[in-house]
């Protein structure tokens, strides 16, 4: 992610793109319990912003706590990097949770559909 703003944007997306799809199978299948996909998008929505909370985060270090301005900056840098690989890796696992969790409401002759529609 090149900045805040775009890590923001890309939790939006992702989490928005995974409640249509919700949305999408709750108009689709008549046979879906609506009380459970309901609660899926809740789950979603609290992802959301849970996670883009927790995007803005501060270095907790003063440049005076470094032998120089260019330790601190390269120290910075890397804070910074190893938090949003970490929080996006936390993000990934938590939304292949909640999808495990939708596929599992799905009949299994709608998964062999959906299997063979994908290979196709």
Do not use: H
Not at 50 to 66: R, W
């Amino acid at each position: 992610m090149t900045s805040k703003r775009s890590l923001k944007e890309s939790i939006r997306y992702a989490c928005g793109d995974v409640a249509g799809e919700c949305l999408l199978a709750k108009m689709t299948f008549e046979d879906l319990d609506e009380d459970k996909i309901e609660n899926i998008v809740c789950q979603i929505a609290l992802l959301q912003i849970d996670t883009i909370d927790k995007v803005s985060t501060k270095f907790d270090k003063k440049v005076a706590d470094f032998a120089d301005v260019k330790t601190y900056r390269e120290a910075r840098k890397k804070y910074f990097k190893t938090y949003y690989a970490s929080l996006w890796k936390e993000f990934i696992a938590s939304l292949e949770k909640i999808v495990e969790e939708m596929n599992t409401m799905l009949t299994p002759e709608q998964k062999e559909i959906n299997k063979k529609v994908a290979n196709n």
